[in-house]
């Protein structure tokens, strides 16, 4: 089995994940590039296990999956309470904290 | 992909076998409820889930689940108890009486086996009985008492879950499970707080319960962690014990860990200073209070001191002392608690400080190495002051306040079941003969062994100033609960509308708490009845108290009449005086006045100086929530910029000064170049100044722009990674 393929299409996930997180401006769309990271890691995690014949791979990306679940959770509530408070959702305008 | 079905599959099986109750555990034979007590804390566990996701669709609108899951783990902790005692009689009390252990693996890392299981002696079963049976009452007394509420569904949900949890947490068999098992009881207790959080009272009471509890938390975790360490990398609870009480541990572990743990009790069983949630608790509705002061809540602090007593019992050196932290906390809060008891108008905030007094005798009985007196107090206390809360719920259902001196007086007439139930709970509280609370808190002053006369008691230590602020407690005792009955019952009514006595489902768990407050006492006769058979002396701590490898060798105190008839003589006088006040001088004066008065207009308080800056320092509660929001919490989110400029002038300056002063021309030397040249021109100012150009060329990274922040992130781990695959190639 070639690990090649399965490293590319994670790596282009990931790089895909990326440019999301930095450019889109919509805070539902940064989150759901998040989880396109997260799931470029699943893949690596599993290829690699396969390629070792080593359960802990999956087993990890299990553990990776649930954990993204509750930060997707996390994240939506917080885009949903910022949307409730200034009526947006753009991150750009999220700059209270500026020193 | 098989491997994973493969766990996933014994995992399952696993499952199956605990369920089926065999499985690779040692199973003795014991009885069916012991071997099968995971089904207790199960019970309302289902229940909680099936009222949640069922809710209003179920009958009585989930009432009905709630009230049969409690009472089917009330039938299995009776059956558990008749267990325990053919388990115990069994036995013979020479070669030691083991526990019921049974646990499963839950998860293993790092080497160490993280169980999960059940441990039973007669402690647990004790509470098992205890938790179950105040729970069934007050989920009877709710169904009348928050019918109509607008979340009466969440209500019973979370009261079947704080029951669950308060059942785990007394079945548990680990470190890790107690952890899990405190928070649970700590969170529900956060929810029923707030029940009505649309108050911002109310909410704000729930909070401050939690956070409060978060601080003794914090011991929690460290004390369980050093365990954890100290008895070789386990948490199993025998195990750790039963190294403990062997001396196989490091002395000063062992204290450093009964001291963290003294910290979390401080907090859960709202002893001196963290008592200050308790109170505020009351915000809650009238049955949670009963459950967190009876059964749930409060007492878990004492039961893990009950449950790891070889560690207070070793790092405390209880044994030959007359002092220790355990029994200082204990007896100061007993005082100051039932001080506090005196200036609060709100019935349920006295009864509130009533259990803070009362669980600072049970802290402090653990303290002096009374273990089975604790523990017999705890079960008396939870009978008569469920009864007291259930029966303060009554009469402001009726009022529709809590306030004695606007909302009450006189219900005597109106409600004259309440009144019965109460007065009874109030004289076994008061501790007075033949009711429950004299012969618990009779046998805590005796196991404190500060008696001497008439021959003594013989305890584990010389805790004399135990015994007499024990003493003193009960005629503070006695003189508040009297304050109460008379605001509450006596003189003429003060409130609006005509008062009505409550009904059957309210008014039955009061008369059987009464009864129980009445009779729960003789289950513990001391021994000095010489005209009952033998068998019927120590009953209760013949079946409670281990006689295993896994408790300390303590010894048991000898009954003293003598000192029976000081302590009721000290009650009956605590009382007396607080009658006289209210049942002879308030009356007469407001029958003068033709009005319902409730204290004396021209009583000590307003002419006295010295009793009216008590009273004031009373009604602060010590000025102890000043303390915490407006001192510590300050200094906190304070300006510590302005401390360390407060320490620079003063400390600094101050040492400098005053080595001047004994030599002025090496002060003088000393100021000029070492203080301002070196500390605050170069030391202080010059970090004061770095700190301050950093900051201003610092801030302007900052931009509150999420983006940037993870563009920076990504291209530092890129380059991190970049570093790390050269320095791998190479």
């Not at chain 2, 008895?231 to 196989?248: C, M, P, Q, V």
């Not at chain 2, 000898?558 to 006289?580: C, D, M, Q, R, Y």
Request: proline share 3%; aromatic share 12%; charged share 10%.
């Amino acid at each position: 089995m070639l690990l090649n393929s399965f490293l590319l299409l994670a790596g282009l996930l990931f790089c895909i994940g990326v440019y999301g997180v930095l450019v889109r401006r919509n805070g539902i769309m940064v989150l759901m590039s998040v989880e396109l990271i997260l799931n470029s890691v699943n893949i690596n995690l599993v290829a690699f296990g396969a390629f070792h014949g080593d359960v802990g791979g999956e087993v990890f990306a299990l553990f990776v999956i649930a954990v993204a679940a509750a930060e997707v959770g996390i994240g939506l509530a917080i885009v949903l309470l910022m949307y409730r408070n200034r009526l947006t959702t753009d991150f750009a305008e999220a700059d209270m904290l500026k020193g | 992909m098989s491997p994973t079905v493969h766990i996933a599959g014994s995992l399952l099986a696993a499952a199956a076998e605990s369920v089926g109750g065999s499985g690779p555990i040692s199973v003795d034979d014991a009885g069916w409820f012991l071997n099968n007590a995971w089904l207790i804390p199960l019970l309302p566990t289902v229940s909680f889930a099936t009222i949640l996701l069922l809710g209003k669709r179920l009958p009585g609108k989930g009432a009905i689940c709630g009230i049969i899951a409690v009472a089917g783990s009330l039938l299995l902790s009776c059956g558990a108890g008749v267990n325990w005692i053919t388990h115990r009689d069994s036995v013979g009390s020479h070669d030691g009486v083991p526990a019921v252990h049974r646990s499963l693996e839950w998860l293993r890392s790092g080497g160490v086996d993280h169980d999960v299981g059940i441990l039973l002696d007669g402690l647990s079963v004790m509470m098992l009985f205890v938790v179950s049976f105040i729970s069934l009452l007050v989920h009877v007394y709710s169904t009348d008492y928050v019918s109509g509420d607008s979340r009466y569904t969440h209500f019973f949900a979370f009261l079947s879950l704080f029951t669950a949890a308060m059942l785990f947490f007394v079945v548990s068999d680990n470190l890790l499970q107690m952890i899990v098992g405190w928070e649970l009881v700590g969170v529900c207790s956060f929810v029923l707080i707030g029940h009505w959080w649309e108050h911002r009272v109310n909410s704000n009471a729930a909070l401050k319960a939690f956070l409060t509890n978060r601080v003794g938390d914090v011991g929690l975790l460290i004390g369980m962690t050093v365990l954890f360490f100290a008895a070789g990398n386990t948490f199993d609870t025998l195990t750790i014990t039963k190294r403990i009480a062997a001396g196989e541990v490091g002395r000063t572990a062992v204290l450093v860990a009964a001291v963290c743990l003294t910290v979390a009790v401080m907090s859960k069983s709202g002893q001196f200073v963290l008592h200050t949630w308790l109170p505020d608790a009351m915000a809650g509705p009238t049955p949670v209070s009963a459950l967190i002061h009876a059964a749930t809540m409060v007492v878990a602090g004492i039961f893990m001191i009950a449950r790891l007593y070889p560690v207070f019992w070793t790092g405390m050196s209880i044994e030959g002392s007359s002092i220790n932290l355990l029994a200082v906390v204990g007896s100061v809060t007993l005082l100051f608690g039932g001080f506090l008891a005196f200036t609060q108008d709100d019935i349920k905030k006295v009864l509130a400080y009533s259990t803070v007094s009362q669980l600072g005798y049970m802290v402090m009985a653990l303290g002096v190495g009374a273990w089975t007196a604790a523990i017999f107090h705890l079960f008396t206390h939870a009978f008569f002051k469920a009864c007291l809360f259930l029966g303060s719920g009554s009469v402001s259902h009726a009022v529709h306040s809590f306030n004695m001196k606007t909302d009450m007086g006189g219900l005597r007439k109106h409600m004259p079941h309440t009144h019965r139930t109460f007065v009874m709970a109030t004289i076994a509280l008061m501790g007075l003969p033949p009711l429950a609370g004299f012969w618990s808190k009779d046998e805590i002053l005796v196991g404190t062994g500060g008696w001497g006369l008439f021959g003594g008691t013989q305890a584990n230590g010389a805790y004399t100033s135990m015994l007499v602020m024990g003493m003193i407690g009960a005629a503070v005792t006695a003189a508040y609960m009297i304050r109460v009955v008379y605001l509450t019952f006596y003189g003429e009514y003060r409130g609006h509308g005509r008062p009505h006595e409550s009904g059957l489902r309210i008014l039955l768990p009061l008369y059987v708490l009464a009864f129980f407050a009445v009779v729960a006492g003789f289950l513990n006769l001391p021994k000095g009845f010489q005209w009952l058979p033998e068998s019927w002396h120590e009953r209760f701590g013949h079946y409670v108290e281990p006689v295993a490898a896994y408790f300390p060798h303590i010894g048991h105190a000898k009954p003293s009449w003598s000192l029976a008839l000081v302590s009721t003589v000290i009650a009956l006088a605590g009382a007396g005086v607080s009658w006289h006040y209210y049942f002879r001088r308030v009356r007469h004066r407001s029958a003068v006045e033709r009005m319902s008065l409730t204290e004396l207009p021209d009583g000590p308080v307003s002419r006295g100086v010295v009793p009216r800056a008590v009273h004031t320092l009373l009604v602060n509660k010590y000025y102890f929530d000043h303390l915490y929001t407006g001192v510590i919490v300050r200094i906190v989110k304070g300006p510590l910029a302005r401390l360390a400029y407060w320490f620079n002038q003063r400390v600094i300056d101050g040492v400098v000064d005053g080595t001047g002063r004994k030599s002025v021309v090496a002060g003088r030397v000393l100021y000029r170049y070492f203080d301002q040249g070196l500390l605050d021109n170069l030391i202080v100012d010059g970090s004061g100044r770095t700190s301050d150009s950093a900051g201003e060329n610092l801030r302007r990274m900052q931009t509150g722009k999420v983006q940037q922040y993870a563009a920076v992130l990504f291209a530092v781990s890129a380059v991190i990674a970049g570093v790390f695959i050269m320095v791998l190639a190479w």
